[in-house]
Nanobody, 122 residues
Framework: QVQLVESGGGLVQAGDSLTLSCAAS????????MGWFRQAPGKERELVAA????????YYADSVKGRFTISRDNATKTVSLQMNSLKPEDTAVYYC???????????????WGQGTQVTVSS
């Protein structure tokens, strides 16, 4: 079991940077694959980045590759998403999620935060 709380969202201009943080509580944070998902109005929730329990292997959606960086600190039970060169199409609610699998499928993520809004103006 793990509880997740996101923070760091806000309103920024295109080209700006923003860092999202996810604070976890629970016994087994270091055993979970952690992912960041986002959901824009009228669109399906999509995986944008994930990192395995060791932190060695990462995944990025093509739309964010080269701009976003996911990282984790198992000592502090924190996962972050550094977002650079933000675009209006990055506007969405961003969710932190945890999976017991090395997974890219949303159905395999069992634990979710409440979400944090990121709005990028042009």
């Amino acid at each position: 079991q793990v509880q997740l709380v996101e923070s760091g969202g806000g309103l920024v201009q295109a080209g700006d940077s923003l860092t999202l943080s996810c604070a976890a509580s629970g016994r087994s944070f270091s055993r979970y694959t952690m992912g960041w998902f986002r959901q824009a109005p009228g669109k399906e929730r999509e995986l944008v980045a994930a990192v395995t329990s060791s932190g060695i292997t990462t995944y990025y959606a093509d739309s964010v590759k080269g701009r976003f960086t996911i990282s984790r600190d198992n000592a502090t039970k924190t996962v972050s998403l550094q977002m650079n060169s933000l675009k209006p199409e990055d506007t969405a609610v961003y969710y932190c999620a945890a999976s017991t699998y090395i997974a890219r499928q949303i159905s395999l993520y069992d634990y979710w935060g409440q979400g944090t809004q990121v709005t990028v103006s042009s």
